[in-house]
């Protein structure tokens, strides 16, 4: 996925209000930009660190620029707008990137699913084969030694789609469950049971029941976002 144009580059200041952070650039300019991402974001918006931002068109926007990418104290890049990550799953399937997840004829996203009011994020079909449904997540927290996990705090929302995943796999329908990684320092990914024991232990039952599990590293730039890499994914 390339952005737009070239991210423009600052000193991250502070994360606050759940949706705003404050950088300041090269030239000691403070400003306030949005921020995508609902999570905690632990170790992707330290303050002193550098962060990469777009800017909107949209002379109706309140702020007009948006955090992108941040960094750690390692020189890690991460994208911690999670809109990305969606667009850029499609973009690998689309490539046939995700081998997996070839050899089908239509890409639908964002389709009413399952018995909890749920939007899988892709609906993959085929004349010969059983419909796909793909829940996407976006991968941020690097804790020690290229150990990534998901998620980085309790989510009802993500044990309500393992639930729904776990339903499709009943009714025949293929399951998968791909974990995005949009951080340069993640090597394997788990699920967090330290952080959500419930979510993990659903991705469990998930997996018994025939959830697929797949977890695929981005390229991130200031120019672009790209999956590229499968990872390991342990228990």
Not at 8 to 17: C, F, M, N
Not at 202 to 214: D, K, N
């Amino acid at each position: 996925m390339l952005f737009p144009a070239p991210l423009q580059s600052a000193t991250l200041l502070k994360r606050y209000k759940r949706f705003l952070v404050d950088l300041r650039d090269e030239d000691g300019n403070e400003f306030t930009v949005h921020c995508a991402n609902t999570g905690k974001m632990t170790g992707c918006a330290e303050p002193g660190v550098h962060a990469y931002y777009s800017t909107s068109d949209n002379a109706k926007r309140k702020y007009p620029h948006s955090l992108e990418l941040s960094s750690n104290a390692q020189g890690d890049l991460i994208c911690v707008n999670t809109a990305v990550a969606n667009k850029v799953a499609i973009e690998a399937i689309n490539n046939d990137v995700i081998e997996e997840l070839q050899g089908y004829e239509q890409l639908h996203s964002e389709v009413k699913y399952g018995a909890e009011n749920s939007r899988i994020d892709i609906l993959l079909r085929a004349a010969d084969k059983a419909d796909c449904y793909i829940e996407v997540k976006s991968v941020t927290l690097l804790e020690h030694s290229g150990q990534g996990y998901f998620p980085d705090a309790q989510t009802l929302r993500g044990q309500k789609h393992l639930r729904e995943l776990i339903a499709m796999r009943q009714q025949e329908k293929r399951a998968v469950l791909l974990f995005a990684v949009l951080h340069s320092g993640i090597n394997q990914v788990s699920a967090a049971a330290h952080i959500d024991p419930v979510y993990a232990d659903l991705l469990r039952q998930a997996q018994q029941a025939g959830v697929e599990v797949l977890a695929y590293k981005a390229r991130i730039s200031a120019e672009e976002v790209t999956l590229t890499q499968r990872l390991a994914f342990q228990d």
